[in-house]
């Protein structure tokens, strides 16, 4: 089994509707991101959760919104889609603690562990 | 500014050639981490290698190396021997430790195509 997942892995939508996405990780990670991929952007950062009581801004907020309903758990919504908001949408957990040292860049790392997508189309 | 740059969008290779995508970034902290995904076609964002702003020696994982040169802030992927496989999108990303954050910041992606 998939250690992240999202579903739907595909949805098609109205203008105007709202959508949930939703993200579940068996990792027992405690970070967990919201990205959105375009073409020729990059991933780019929506939201991000360090524990279930924080929820942090990421790079592009507007028009999202989240919840971390529990450490497993961590949902992005968009109230009224647009057709901008048409997009790759990526669900990523990773580990709070680097594993060895304490600080990054000494050769221990926490790679980010990504969900396989969700595809969204606004129309 | 951008803290990650990936100049080239797109590259191609001849199969069992070796072939480097370039990726420079920005960043004022001493603590500082690197690292290369694979995105295939089929979307799955897949993990290749880690280089840490305090390791003296270049990481590699398999075919995988990166060429971190710290003074020029570059972290090149270098695929050694490409395979068909080997097509894809590749995602630098950059994790900083400044301020306890460690959110990564990624770059827009290099397609690079395999040729038989």
């Known amino acids: 089994d998939a250690d992240v997942t999202q579903t739907p892995r595909n949805r098609i939508t109205k203008t105007g509707k709202r959508i949930m996405l939703e993200c579940s990780q068996t990792k027992g990670h405690d970070r967990m991101y919201w990205y959105r991929q375009d073409p020729g952007l990059g991933l780019r950062l929506i939201y991000y959760?360090?524990?279930?009581?924080?929820?942090n801004k990421g790079e592009i907020s507007d028009g999202y919104s989240v919840s971390r309903q529990a450490q497993a758990k961590f949902s992005l919504s968009l109230e009224s889609a647009i057709p901008n908001q048409t997009a790759l949408y990526f669900c990523?957990?990773?580990?709070?603690?680097?594993?060895?040292?304490?600080?990054?860049?000494?050769?221990?790392?926490?790679?980010?562990?990504f969900g396989p997508g969700t595809r969204l189309t606004v129309l | 500014a951008q803290k990650i740059t990936q100049t080239q969008p797109g590259m191609f290779v001849q199969e069992k050639e070796a072939v480097t995508l370039d990726c420079t970034y920005d960043t004022s902290d001493q603590s500082y981490g690197l690292f290369w995904y694979k995105q295939p076609s089929s979307g799955e964002m897949i993990f290749l290698i880690y280089q840490g702003s305090y390791d003296e020696q270049n990481a590699t994982e398999g075919r995988y190396s990166l060429n971190f040169q710290k003074a020029r802030k570059s972290a090149n992927l270098v695929i050694s021997a490409s395979q068909l496989g080997d097509s894809a999108m590749y995602f630098c990303?950059?994790?900083?430790?400044?301020?306890?954050?460690?959110?990564?910041?990624f770059g827009r992606g290099t397609s690079l195509i395999v040729h038989p």
């Open positions: 990523a957990t990773s580990d709070l603690r680097l594993p060895s040292g304490s600080l990054e860049g000494l050769g221990s790392y926490n790679e980010q562990f």
């Open positions: 990303a950059m994790r900083e430790g400044g301020g306890g954050s460690y959110i990564p910041t």
């Open positions: 959760s360090f524990d279930v009581k924080d929820i």
